[in-house]
């Protein structure tokens, strides 16, 4: 079924099991990494990256267990500049689930958003029945993780806050405007390196997630992965890597708070359906 795989985003693709042993297709759209959903799914090629998950196209089937491991193993191949393609038999049920999977955890739309999303490069595609339904189950997950986690919706109003406490050096406006701000990052290794000072904004991010209390084992490294994990998955903000027209050098990082009506710009409207264009490179963590 079909003519051959999909390009999804930059980096994902859709196909199925032809698709996956077609050595000139695949070189044609780079890719890297392999990931097969089916009953008897086994790595063929050599010189590719592969998860192989047993899986048959029944509603009874638990594919939601496969998720995170998915997950990972595509954004993983795709933040390292590779290219994933993730097939079934056809190409229709249960890769085009673990496709809308993804989409769901790196952005911040629905299920059914994302799946008109891949339809929309994919038109036949339709994950069963049962598949649909775990799919509903991982969102309702997901927006409860984030309903019992504060720091997960109130990142920005926490952050705003602590800017204006002014308790954090180097935690500033770096506009008159407020859209942007500077934050340290000065790296560990440094030899003026001064935890209380320098790493004291990200292990408040870590108390406030519950994730360190006095008395623990300090892991400043891990405090600042999970703030910055936080801020490239946030639909509000942006890092600045352009910083040439700032008054700005390391060790800081620059942030844009982004304005609501920017944040939709990831989905465009295109013949009725909606496509994507656009997924930032975020990090991908996990209670």
């Not at 969102?139 to 705003?160: A, F, H, I, Y």
């Not at 801020?231 to 040439?244: A, I, Q």
């Not at 982004?258 to 295109?270: A, G, L, M």
């Amino acid at each position: 079924m079909g003519n051959g795989m999909n390009k999804v985003v930059d980096g994902l693709y859709l196909g199925n099991i032809r698709d996956s042993e077609n050595k000139e297709s695949l070189s044609q759209n780079n890719i890297t990494h392999i990931l097969s959903v089916y009953n008897n799914a086994k790595p063929v090629l050599e010189d590719m990256t592969y998860l192989c998950i047993h899986a048959a196209d029944a509603s009874s089937q638990n594919l939601s267990q496969h998720f995170k491991e998915s997950i990972r193993f595509i954004h993983e191949c795709r933040l390292n500049g590779g290219a994933c393609l993730v097939h079934c038999l056809a190409g229709v049920s249960r890769s085009t689930t673990m496709v809308v999977a993804y989409l769901m955890t790196v952005t911040t739309y629905s299920w059914e958003e994302c799946l008109s999303a891949v339809k929309a490069v994919r038109s036949f595609v339709g994950p069963n029945y049962g598949f649909q339904h775990q799919l509903q189950e991982y969102q309702m997950n997901q927006v409860t993780e984030m309903s019992v986690n504060p720091g997960g919706r109130r990142l920005k109003q926490w952050l705003v806050e602590q800017i204006h406490s002014g308790r954090y050096p180097g935690l500033v406006w770096e506009d008159d405007s407020r859209t942007m701000f500077r934050i340290p990052w000065k790296h560990a290794g440094k030899q003026d390196y001064n935890q209380e000072v320098d790493a004291s904004i990200f292990k408040a991010w870590a108390v406030f997630k519950g994730k360190f209390k006095e008395g623990e084992k300090a892991e400043p490294a891990t405090w600042k992965t999970r703030l910055r994990c936080a801020l490239n998955k946030s639909p509000d903000f942006e890092e600045v890597g352009d910083r040439s027209q700032l008054d700005i050098s390391e060790p800081y990082k620059v942030y844009r708070i982004v304005p609501e009506e920017e944040q939709k710009s990831e989905f465009i409207f295109h013949c009725g359906d909606i496509r994507i264009i656009n997924i930032r490179n975020t990090c991908i963590e996990w209670m």
